[in-house]
């Protein structure tokens, strides 16, 4: 037969048993940065170690705890008041690669897989011709 395991003491009860949002009103919301979002995962999820989470986000091992720090509260404070997750912004890049346009006359940049620095094509916005070729490689 098999240990038991020892009970554990719960001083309170979770608000919310189901965390979904079905009222995702901005009052009811924690917002989690995509940064904490991909710090919980590389961590949490990945089980990367905080030297290679952190490489691999290109922030230092103390940021890279602090953010996990805030990301941990924020989270728990969702699950105490029974508050809805919302990922959303931050100061990030994303590790995709892009290959696309942008528009020199009005800002607008916009991806096509068969992009190539010479071809002449217009604005998918603002119609001009003032067009750039540009591409991100994965970092
Ligand atoms: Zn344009």
Known sequence: MGRRTRRRWVFKPPKNLYFVGTQPQMENCIILTLAEFEAMRLKHYNNLNQERA??????????????????????????????????????????????????????HTWEDVSASRGKKVKCVKCNSENVYYFEREII
Request: glycine share 12%; charged share 20%.
């Open 54 to 107: 952190a490489d691999s986000m290109g922030i230092s091992q103390p940021t890279f705890s602090r953010i996990l720090d805030i990301s941990h509260q924020k989270i728990t404070q969702a699950l105490i008041e029974g508050k809805i997750i919302r990922v959303h912004g931050g100061n990030i890049d994303y590790k995709v690669s892009f290959i696309g346009y942008g528009c020199w006359n009005c800002d």
